[in-house]
């Protein structure tokens, strides 16, 4: 698969470039960029051949079977659709799109073009996921009653100038962060939850540094997800939590466990924790998925139907908040 970079990004390096070293199946065969310069100067880091001073250009090149997207939340569907009609399969990053409205046209794109576009949930694919869901559906924990996912970073981590901070391109905790967990405590479920209430903190205008949200699911179960960028200096919390009739699970760091994770079992028996394989890291899972469904022409599990769920509740939570979605870039 002879792969294009639209965009150099500084996610780039670890969500694609450096496990393309390990798939010799894909080739990174050209990066596109605002700019020659700084398109050579990412070829150059990357180690790739080709580099195109627009993405228009990177697009244009009819040797690239697909592309992955990399450019801020407010652009994936401007890209995402002209890579379509470009005829190139696609990966696009986290967030899918600005809001719920723009999933929707993406994903009917893709559908109509019979193309692979697949949103960058990296986390879904690393085994360490099912490893979770072999211990819930153990009966270990008896039934699950509530869920809770947290991604706070401390103030700082993300400065002020970082465009995760700019409404018109798609920012805020929610879009950056809190899509993880608000996918995450979908995929435990199983089920869409409504929004029961929101909070958040606007440290920018109209921009949430933290938003909690409460949820609820049709089956009875509960849960809340909570993001930050501006938690205190040991506020550094990535974990899902589960809670069931006869005890809880603790998942530090669903989102990377290449970085380290734990998974700990808590009933009345006592406590057991299970070992972790995090010998391989999720971006690598993730583009052997994308491979995979390449050549099979089949659908991914983080594409279509539930890239647009996770991106309704996001849009449910920031109404919730006092917010509105963010804004699509035309608007």
């Not at 697949?118 to 211990?135: G, K, L, T």
Request: hydrophobic share 45%.
């Amino acid at each position: 698969m002879r792969l294009g970079l639209l965009a150099a990004a500084r996610i780039t390096t670890k969500a694609v470039v450096d496990p393309a070293r390990l798939v010799p199946e894909v080739e990174l065969a050209a990066v596109g960029a605002r700019s020659l310069e700084r398109a050579r100067a990412s070829a150059a880091e990357w180690d790739v051949p080709v580099a195109y001073g627009s993405y228009e250009a990177l697009l244009a090149d009819q040797t690239i079977e697909a592309v992955y997207i990399a450019t801020p939340a407010a652009l994936h569907k401007t890209w995402t659709l002209a890579a379509l009609e470009a005829g190139k399969h696609v990966l696009c990053e986290k967030p899918f799109a600005s809001n719920a409205a723009e999933a929707r046209e993406m994903v009917a794109a893709g559908e109509a073009s019979g193309l692979i576009l697949m949103e960058a949930f990296h986390w879904r694919y690393h085994p360490y996921i099912d490893q979770i869901r072999s211990v819930v559906d153990s009966g270990a924990i008896g039934a699950v009653q509530r869920v809770e996912g947290y991604f706070n970073l401390p103030d700082g981590e993300i400065p002020r100038g970082d465009i995760r901070w700019d409404l018109p391109l798609g920012g805020g905790a929610l879009m950056d962060l809190g899509c993880y967990p608000v996918q995450w405590v979908r995929w435990l479920v199983g089920e869409e939850p409504a929004v029961v209430s929101a909070t958040a903190d606007c440290p920018v205008p109209g921009v949430d540094g933290f938003l909690r949200a409460e949820l609820s699911w049709p089956s009875g179960v509960t849960g809340a997800v909570e993001c930050s960028m501006i938690a205190p200096a040991d506020g550094l919390d990535i974990s899902l939590t589960i809670t069931g009739a006869n005890g809880t699970i603790a998942a530090e760091n669903p989102l990377a466990p290449q970085n380290g994770a734990t998974l700990v079992v808590e009933t009345a028996e006592g406590r057991t924790e299970h070992d972790v394989d995090t010998s391989t890291t999720s971006y690598y899972h993730q583009l052997v998925a994308f491979l995979h469904a390449v050549e099979s022409g089949v659908a991914p599990i983080t594409s279509g139907a539930d890239a647009v769920a996770n991106m309704m509740v996001i849009d449910e939570c920031y109404r919730a908040a006092g917010l509105e979605p963010r804004p699509s870039l035309a608007d």
